[in-house]
């Protein structure tokens, strides 16, 4: 059975008696351990949670690895408002790194996501880069892709299993990655057509990640 890799994307969602509600019915997890033997869950939330996401999962003891969903793209310093990577290294393991929403809304170019991902290699945290589409020059050091086409994210429009499972072939052929998921509208119901296409080693997920018990169908069903 290959491992997946189920990660949760709050985007920024949720305040801090948000986070506990989520947290409390998402801990029937633990009395999934069969199921989920090949599956590796990872939580971003936002910054603001992660101190109290490790303390619980730690305290319950819960098979959740915690991640970023973003990174700055310079060291510590005085540079207002920025999170850098010795600061999310206290807490998480992954980050996301050239997000749809970061590049369309924030105006992050091919350059400052590449600076990302420096940072986040020297930092120790493993980066989960998203793509829109195979071909885009994917950095040697990044071993775990998301592919995320716009049209997918928040719409309700997954894109077919079929196709993400070509363009996950793709960028295995084209770089040294390891990993490919597919994100996009994932849901209970979708997602293991998408899990059992032999490229893609998981999903990534926003809106339907924001619920526990959803997500949870998710892991499980995977
Ligand atoms: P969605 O978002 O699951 O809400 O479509 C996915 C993502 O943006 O990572």
């Known amino acids: 059975m290959k491992a997946l890799l189920i990660v949760a994307n709050f985007k920024s969602n949720k305040n801090l008696s948000e986070a506990k509600n989520w947290l409390d019915e998402f801990s029937t997890v633990s009395n999934e351990r069969k199921k989920i033997e090949n599956k590796k869950i990872i939580v971003c939330p ?10 619980y999962i730690e305290k319950k003891g819960l098979p959740i690895e915690l991640g970023a969903q973003n990174i700055s793209r310079l060291p510590g310093g005085a540079y207002t408002g920025e999170i850098n990577g ?26 400052v996501v590449e600076e990302k991902i420096k940072m986040s290699i020297d930092y120790n945290l493993n980066p989960i880069f998203c793509t829109q589409s195979d071909g885009e020059k994917i950095p040697k050091e990044v071993s775990i892709v998301a592919y ?15 196709n993400a499972e070509n363009i996950a072939k793709k960028i295995k052929e084209e770089s040294e990655v390891s990993s490919v ?15 059992s296409m032999e490229n893609i080693s998981g999903v990534l997920v926003g809106h339907a990640s924001l619920n526990p018990s959803e997500f949870l169908e998710i892991v499980l069903n995977a």
């Open 86 to 111: 010795s600061q999310i290294k206290d807490f998480a393991d992954y980050v996301i790194v050239g997000h749809s929403e970061r590049r369309g809304s924030f105006g992050e170019d091919e350059s």
């Open 46 to 55: 936002p910054f603001t949670l992660l101190f109290f996401f490790k303390s």
């Open 148 to 162: 995320e086409p716009v049209f997918s994210i928040g719409t309700g429009n997954p894109d077919t299993p079929e």
């Open 181 to 195: 998921l597919y994100g996009g509208s994932v849901t209970p119901e979708n997602v293991s057509r998408f899990t």
